[in-house]
């Protein structure tokens, strides 16, 4: 069975940071595009963060640029999100994603984990 389990939110001060984990088991991903989505309450959700299994191309939303960095480890078969310089409106539940596909976006997701920033 594939799992994505995520871990590491919690709550933080605006300006604060926080490191994001999710561990896959079940298979490798090491040849698949993993990413970061987040759905904040009443909003749907939206991307985050993605990298290729190389790591050769990354991508952010605007919103975080700057901020956010997206890691892997392939060995671990861990995703990373580093998240610095946070804001009260990054207050959402973060969801790790993977194995992306053009026809059926990402097929693989995990639970989600809660990230709040007080201001």
């Known amino acids: 069975q594939v799992q994505l389990v995520e871990s590491g939110g919690g709550l933080v001060q605006a300006g604060g940071s926080l490191r994001l984990s999710c561990a896959a088991s079940g298979r490798t991903f090491s040849r698949d595009a993993m990413a970061w989505f987040r759905q904040a309450p009443g909003k749907e959700r939206e991307f985050v963060a993605a990298?290729?299994?190389?790591?050769?191309?990354?991508y952010y939303a605007d919103s975080v640029k700057g901020r956010f960095t997206i890691s892997r480890d392939n060995a671990k078969n861990t995703v990373y999100l580093q998240m610095s310089s946070l804001k009260p409106e990054d207050t959402a539940v973060y969801y790790c994603a993977a194995r992306y596909s053009t026809s059926g976006g990402y097929a693989y997701w995990g639970q989600g984990t809660h990230v709040t920033v007080s201001s």
């Open positions: 990298m290729t299994s190389s790591g050769g191309n990354i």
